[in-house]
């Protein structure tokens, strides 16, 4: 009889995406921890296999630790459910809603998140003219973690031509966004809790870059932030409400920009919400969940014991 202390993990990590270094570090800390929790651990590498071999392990849990495509847009999801092993974090929809920029701020508009303007354009229609006023912000739509992130500055005569690269590896489709000034905030949910918010202060960079994330001093993070109280409750407010409206599950992380130079208490805009939060040593998830009172081990041990199938 299985019991939960030795209830056999799989995590699931590297794959196949753009984050793929980021989530063999994810990955290679929540097996960690979760052996010294006591459970059972297999790590996999994800490759094209990974149904055989899951089949074949019949693990009791999943522990998602992929980032980006194939493992946070409801492909991974969808394996799981298919071989009914119950997994961590969001279920197919709200992975593959989230993971779409567009389809994402659409659904958060509509919740009464405050989002960005922005408009969804092929690379070439992005390289052949500014489809906003600059400054915007030009994103994949599909990618995490900042990657292939460019920022157009005010100014700026000609619009982005390393989108014409025959290299660019994220796809046909960007989004053009209008640039949002201001402080960096993030707020993680976990179940249906918010957490508390973090303020981003990067060593150098205009806006919290990959290389700001995962390089060691490449950002401070402060916690609390040092907002108003009514600017951090609806900070708090607004990710679980983008964390529901998105049908999040498990734990979730929602990035926000905050001018505080519009107004008296200045304007919040979400700019995504991320349902694999990395878990990396310089993540902001388990930061903020270690305020709350868990260690790493505690964080990871909640995610198994709240893992499902038909999330």
Same mark, same amino acid.
């Given at each position: ?9 799989? #995590?699931?990590? =590297?794959?196949?995406a @753009?984050? *793929?270094?980021?989530?063999?570090? /994810? +990955?290679?800390?929540?097996? &960690? ?5 006591g459970?059972?651990?297999?790590t996999?590498d994800?490759?094209p ?5 899951l ?19 409801? #492909?991974?999801? =969808?394996?799981?459910? @298919?071989? *009914?092993i119950?997994?961590?974090? /969001? +279920?197919?929809?709200?992975? &593959? ?23 969804v ?5 992005a ?7 600059p400054?915007?912000v ?13 920022i157009?500055?005010e +100014?700026r005569?000609?619009?982005p ?6 290299d ?6 960007v989004?053009v ?12 949910v ?6 508390d ?30 907002l ?16 529901r409206?998105?049908?999040c ?27 694999q939060p ?8 388990p ?7 868990y ?17």
């Amino acid at each position: 009889m299985t019991t939960r202390e030795n209830r056999h993990v799989a #995590v699931l990590m =590297g794959g196949w995406a @753009a984050e *793929r270094e980021v989530s063999l570090r /994810s +990955g290679a800390a929540c097996a &960690a921890a979760l052996r010294e929790e006591g459970f059972r651990v297999t790590t996999i590498d994800v490759g094209p296999d990974v149904a055989l071999r899951l089949a074949e392990l019949k693990p009791d849990v999943a522990f998602n630790a992929l980032h980006g495509r194939g493992g946070e847009d409801g #492909v991974i999801q =969808g394996v799981l459910e @298919a071989l *009914r092993i119950p997994y961590t974090h /969001s +279920g197919v929809l709200a992975s &593959a809603l989230a993971m779409d920029k567009q389809r994402a701020k659409a659904v958060m508009a509509a919740a009464g998140v405050p989002v960005a303007e922005g408009v969804v354009v092929t690379r070439q229609e992005a390289a052949s003219r500014h489809v906003l006023p600059p400054p915007y912000v030009v994103k994949p739509v599909n990618e995490g973690s900042s990657i292939g992130v460019i920022i157009v500055r005010e +100014g700026r005569d000609h619009p982005p031509q390393e989108l014409l690269r025959r290299d660019w590896p994220h796809g046909e489709l960007v989004m053009v966004e209008k640039y949002v000034a201001g402080r960096e905030l993030t707020c993680a949910v976990m179940g249906d809790r918010p957490l508390d918010v973090i303020e981003i202060r990067t060593a150098g960079q205009t806006f919290y870059d990959y290389e700001s994330k995962y390089a060691k001093g490449g950002s401070t993070h402060i916690l609390p932030a040092p907002l108003k109280p009514n600017v951090y409750r609806l900070v708090q407010e607004l990710a679980l409400k983008a964390h529901r409206a998105l049908g999040c599950r498990g734990v979730s992380r929602a990035d926000f920009r905050w001018d505080d130079s519009q107004g008296e208490d200045g304007e919040l805009v979400c700019l995504e919400v991320n349902t694999q939060p990395g878990m990396t040593g310089t993540s902001l998830a388990p930061e903020m969940a270690a305020y709350a009172g868990y260690s790493f081990g505690r964080f990871v041990r909640w995610m198994v014991d709240d893992a499902s199938c038909d999330r």
